[in-house]
């Protein structure tokens, strides 16, 4: 092969090489290679993510804190689990509403994420609850959620139907549930991660959830309501009394100081910058 064939070939594949980056750590945020890979990418991008992501407040109000707030209004004090909770989202659009009085746990693999979310819920101490934890297995109980929502992160999960079925477990029959769809051009990039509207709809009627609604939110995202199927009380209640030891399965933690404690195996779950970490 002649010399000067190589430098085409040789920017071919620059151009390649460059084009499997982009689509390996932008478009599926490094979610083919791991579930490490994607919390890494979130912690090295958390102190920008607010910018990069541009929320507006009122938008955030009008469609997810007013919406949520009007859902649970028939419950006095809901209890929400906002899973993959990122820099408190979801958490402050819906206590920025006068009219939701009930609390909130955020759970997150970025403790740098959550660190940010630290920083920005300041004066929410006693209604917010951030927990750094893998989100594939979530440390509660059956149904004892209001409400479960998880915004624009079902597609970076090692399986988006598992950690579908995952958040449905912890929700109360009668509960609200509040995902979203990835949609657009960049949804048919991530094969296997993605749903068109039809199989989130099917999905969602298999694991339980009734009067589902695929509302159209942002260019890559609709927003995805349901409720699962049935009627049961819960509301909120001290996160001690629902939150289990990851290593025992069962509630018997009790606060000490800075950390929490098992009175069953003994093990120590820091509290470190009003974040529990049970990793």
């Given at each position: 092969m002649s010399s000067w064939l190589w430098v085409p070939l040789g920017l071919i594949g620059l151009l390649l090489l460059g084009l499997l980056a982009y689509w390996q750590f932008v478009i599926t945020e490094g979610t083919y290679l791991g579930q490490w890979m994607v919390t890494w990418l979130y912690d090295l991008t958390a102190n920008r993510y607010d910018g990069i992501k541009q929320f507006d407040d009122d938008m955030e109000a009008i469609y997810l804190g007013r919406p949520l707030a009007t859902a649970l209004k028939s419950t006095p004090v809901p209890l929400i689990c906002d899973i993959g909770t990122g820099t408190a989202r979801l958490p402050l659009?819906?206590?920025?509403?006068?009219?939701?009085?009930g609390k909130i746990v955020g759970l997150d693999d970025s403790r740098q994420m959550l660190r940010t979310a630290v920083s920005k819920t300041g004066g929410y101490e006693n209604r917010l609850t951030?927990?750094?934890?893998?989100?594939?297995?979530?440390?509660f109980p059956d149904a004892v959620f209001d409400a479960v929502t998880c915004l624009e992160m079902l597609e970076f999960t090692p399986s988006p139907r598992r950690q579908l079925a995952e958040a449905i477990r912890v929700l109360r029959p009668?509960?609200?549930?509040?995902?979203?769809?990835?949609?657009?051009?960049?949804?048919?990039?991530?094969?296997?991660?993605?749903?068109?509207?039809?199989?989130?709809?099917?999905?969602?009627?298999?694991?339980g959830i009734v009067d589902v609604q695929v509302l159209v939110w942002q260019v890559d995202y609709d927003l995805v309501w349901g409720r699962r199927d049935g009627n049961a009380q819960a509301g909120a209640r001290p996160i001690l009394e629902i939150l289990l030891c990851p290593r025992c399965n069962i509630p018997t933690l009790v606060?000490?100081?800075?950390?929490?404690?098992?009175?069953?195996?003994?093990?120590?779950?820091?509290?470190?910058?009003?974040?529990?970490e049970l990793r």
């Open positions: 659009a819906l206590l920025a509403q006068p009219t939701f009085q951030l927990i750094w934890r893998d989100t594939t297995h979530l440390p009668g509960g609200i549930l509040l995902t979203t769809r990835r949609r657009g051009f960049d949804a048919r990039m991530i094969p296997g991660k993605t749903f068109t509207v039809a199989q989130c709809m099917t999905l969602l009627e298999e694991l606060e000490k100081r800075q950390e929490i404690y098992c009175e069953k195996c003994s093990t120590l779950y820091p509290i470190r910058d009003g974040i529990i």
